[in-house]
């Protein structure tokens, strides 16, 4: 913002709150319409200027306003600090739910309709009054309001017999806007393009200038800032672990094929490790638990992913482990575990046998 121009903004609901509301809520810091409204106002708490006589010009509303709505702007400035019609809308507001209210325009007057709109009205105290409409299926949102409270302006500039010409001051307010806005956009520009303080709308532009795609997770902010050295890495195990950390927010083991080839001399059990791993060189596996995918598309989704996180020439397979016990030699079941014999069981052609049915006789519970 230009170093010449100061202005009073509400943006938080700390602010929103101190208004009257009928028929818009506050969700966050943001103003919009109840549901099932189409219609509804806000009273905003009179802002003091600290200056009797004060002259108000420029407001700015920042909005989302879709098609089929409409923004409505009330504004009235006095000297006096009691406004009877500001407490007989306070007591009336309770009973106004629902049901047509008074109008604005009888307490305000004429409404403004611009989001960027000159006041042009005089006194220490501004109260103000923001109207929603919408017809169509998306709702409007008012997420701040800027009143400019001093500065120069073009005017000052000319000599004093232009100086009280209310046209000219109009007139030359459009250009002293147009000019405050792009020196505003000017000194802007660092904060925009700094990952601390991007908006979000910015931010998914500047993580695509590092490779980063913001569909991958919400993390693209704290990314962006360790892209060089993630990009350094990312084909070797940590960096794939790293990615399926980032993608399914799971810590993955990863089995490489030299750590479990069935042709190495220490191998105790070559068949097994054949079945288990085969003799493929270049794959590697990733052994994560079953309920890492709610579903199966979100399962092909992560290998759709990974296919660009793993190093070329190389395979990637995916083992889902199960949650099981298996007793071996080395199992450990705790104090008060107890190991149960066979329950007998008749087979025909209504039973299902499990992958974990031990079918046998009852010679266990004679030893």
């Known amino acids: 913002m230009s170093a010449t121009q100061e202005y009073r903004t509400i943006c938080c609901q700390e602010e929103w709150r101190q208004g009257l509301f009928y028929q818009i809520e506050c969700q966050g810091d943001t103003l919009r319409l109840m549901e099932g409204s189409h219609e509804g106002a806000v009273l905003l708490h009179p802002v003091d200027s600290g200056e009797k006589g004060f002259s108000w010009s420029r407001l700015v509303v920042d909005a989302t306003l879709p098609a089929d709505s409409v923004l409505r702007i009330y504004a009235r400035a006095s000297d006096e600090a009691d406004w009877p019609q500001w407490k007989q809308w306070q007591a009336q507001l309770p009973a106004l ?9 009888d307490l305000f007057g004429p409404p403004l309709t611009q989001r960027d709109c000159w006041l042009r009205c005089s006194g220490r105290y501004l109260w103000l009054a923001l109207e929603l409409g919408a017809t169509g299926s998306q709702a409007p949102a008012i997420r701040s309001l800027a009143l400019r409270m001093e500065g120069d302006h073009m005017v000052d500039y000319l000599p004093a017999i232009y100086q009280g010409q209310d046209f000219t001051y109009r007139y030359l307010s459009i250009f002293n806007s147009m000019f405050q806005d792009m020196e505003s956009a000017i000194d802007s520009l660092p904060r925009l393009f700094d990952l601390e303080s991007a908006p979000p709308e910015l931010l998914e532009y500047l993580v695509n200038w590092v490779c980063i795609d913001p569909q991958q997770g919400p993390d693209s902010r704290e990314r962006a800032k360790t892209a060089l050295e993630d990009y350094e890495t990312m084909y070797t195990p940590a960096g794939v672990r790293r990615s399926v950390r980032r993608l399914t927010g799971r810590d993955a083991l990863l089995i490489e094929h030299f ?109």
């Open 97 to 105: 739910r629902g049901v047509p209210r008074p109008g604005l325009e």
């Open 259 to 367: 750590s479990v080839d069935p042709n190495r001399p220490e191998c105790q059990n070559p068949a097994l490790y054949r079945r288990l791993y085969g003799e493929n060189p270049y794959r590697f596996f990733l052994l994560l638990e079953e309920d890492a995918f709610a579903t199966r598309e979100a399962m092909e989704r992560f290998l759709r992913h990974m296919e660009d996180c793993i190093p070329a020439g190389t395979e990637l397979e995916l083992v889902l482990l199960k949650k099981c016990v298996q007793l071996d030699w080395h199992t450990y079941l705790g104090v008060n575990s107890q190991i149960g014999s066979y329950i007998p069981a008749a087979i025909n052609e209504t039973v299902t046998i499990h992958y974990d049915t031990t079918i046998g006789g009852t010679r266990h519970e004679q030893c």
